[in-house]
Structures are given as structure tokens and as C-alpha cells.
């Protein structure tokens, strides 16, 4: 157990939707970062965020963006969903920006 | 791209000692070199990282070579708990941000 969880755990969508997904952070972390991974891939980073302010991101259409608020949990939103955007979406906090990071298990979209 | 590159998959019997290799030639003097672990559907949990000394904690060892173009995670006793895919990740500075970029990782399975 990390201490990081995620909600929901699994959640299906249909094509243009929009859906948020929820990251709690471990206690005494105050960054949270957003993977996508894709079956049988590596998880590609989405974009990382700092004592509420994003402070990083991978290469994701601006349809995805996020939030953090000043208890350190986080929110990734993803507007016009797109049948590629079924995967595991994966939250990871760290005490600092640039120390180890802690997964949580994941939420499984599916878009349908 | 990832910065790192595996073994697809690698076979070791339970009890023996598991050794992962992992090459990134391009790695740079700042950057890290960070092993995770993911057992299948769950969320990748942190092992080890170093610079350039070796490593050691209760779960792996970590070897480095003094050149820094490749390292080596050590499970000293695996166990079937131990099947998961490995990943290596370099971890590559953005701006004043510390993304984590992975490969395909390493399938491990540990055979009774």
C-alpha cells in the first residue's frame, strides 16, 4: 500500500463524453503527477503538478488538463473522449517534485 | 523515446538470484536511474534509484557501472511474488520538472 488512491477503479465512457478522475495523494506528498498507459505499454506521462500548479506535461492534447487543490489531492479531466483514450490512468505522488514517486492502482477507463 | 533499453523478458528459477540489466548509453551526469515494478492490472511500485554509486534496500540491490551507460537490479532471492515486469527509467530533467520517461520494461517470471 502507498497511501496514493485513485477513484474510480474502472468507468466506461462513450465517444465525446467527458469524465474526471480523482487521485489522493499520499499525506506530507505535494506532487502529483497523471499517467496514461495503454495495454501492454509503458505509462507515458501526462503532466505533473506542484503545490497546486502545473509544472510539467508530456505530449497530450489540451482536452486533457487537471487540477490540484491546496489538500495536495488532484483531478485529471479529459474532455471529447476518443476511443484511443481507453487505458489505465495512473496517479503518482512524491514529497517533492523531484523524489521517488508513489503509485496508486489505477482507474481502467474504457471508451466505448 | 524511452531513454533506457530492456530484455523483452527473462526466466529465473525460484530462490535464485534475479539480475536485470539495463543500458542508457545517452544518459547525462544529473540524471538518475530509477527501477519500478508493476504485477499485473496494479499500479508501479517504486524499487531503487542511484546516481552512480551502487544501491541497496530491503527489496533489490543496484549495480551501476562506473561509466553510468548501463546498471544491473539485483532481486538477491526471487520469489514467484517477484513475476512483474521491470522497468528502468532515466529520469530526464524538463525545465525545473523531473518527468519519468519509460521503455517496455523487462517481463519477469519466476519459476517454481
Known amino acids: 500500500e502507498t497511501g496514493v488512491t485513485q477513484s474510480p477503479t474502472h468507468l466506461i465512457k462513450t465517444r465525446g463524453q467527458q469524465v474526471t478522475l480523482r487521485c489522493s495523494s499520499q499525506?506530507?506528498?505535494?506532487?502529483v503527477s497523471w499517467y496514461q498507459q495503454a495495454l501492454g505499454q509503458g505509462p507515458q506521462f501526462i503532466f505533473q503538478?506542484?503545490?497546486?500548479?502545473?509544472?510539467g506535461r508530456g505530449n497530450f492534447p489540451p482536452r486533457f488538463s487537471g487540477l490540484q487543490f491546496p489538500n495536495y489531492s488532484s483531478e485529471l479531466n479529459v474532455n471529447a473522449l476518443e476511443l484511443d483514450d481507453s487505458a489505465l490512468y495512473l496517479c503518482?505522488?512524491?514529497?517533492?517534485?523531484?523524489?521517488?514517486?508513489?503509485f496508486g492502482q489505477g482507474t481502467r477507463l474504457t471508451v466505448v | 523515446d524511452a531513454k533506457t533499453t530492456q530484455p523483452p523478458s527473462m526466466d529465473c528459477a525460484e530462490g535464485r538470484a534475479a539480475n536485470l540489466p539495463c543500458n542508457h548509453s545517452?544518459?547525462?551526469?544529473?540524471?538518475?536511474v530509477y527501477w519500478y515494478r508493476q504485477i499485473h492490472s496494479q499500479g508501479p511500485q517504486y524499487i531503487i534509484h542511484g546516481l552512480k554509486n551502487n544501491e541497496t534496500n530491503e527489496m533489490a540491490s543496484l549495480i551501476i557501472t562506473e561509466d553510468r551507460k548501463s546498471s544491473t537490479l539485483i532481486l538477491p532471492h526471487a520469489t514467484l511474488r517477484d513475476t512483474a515486469v521491470y522497468y528502468c527509467?532515466?529520469?530526464?530533467?524538463?525545465?525545473?520538472?523531473?518527468?519519468?520517461?519509460w521503455g517496455a520494461g523487462t517481463k519477469l517470471i519466476i519459476k517454481p
Open positions: 503538478y506542484y503545490r497546486e500548479e502545473e509544472n
Open positions: 499525506s506530507g506528498h505535494n506532487t
Open positions: 503518482a505522488s512524491s514529497l517533492e517534485a523531484y523524489t521517488e514517486a508513489f
Open positions: 545517452t544518459i547525462s551526469g544529473n540524471e538518475y
Open positions: 527509467i532515466v529520469r530526464y530533467p524538463m525545465d525545473s520538472n523531473y518527468q519519468l520517461i
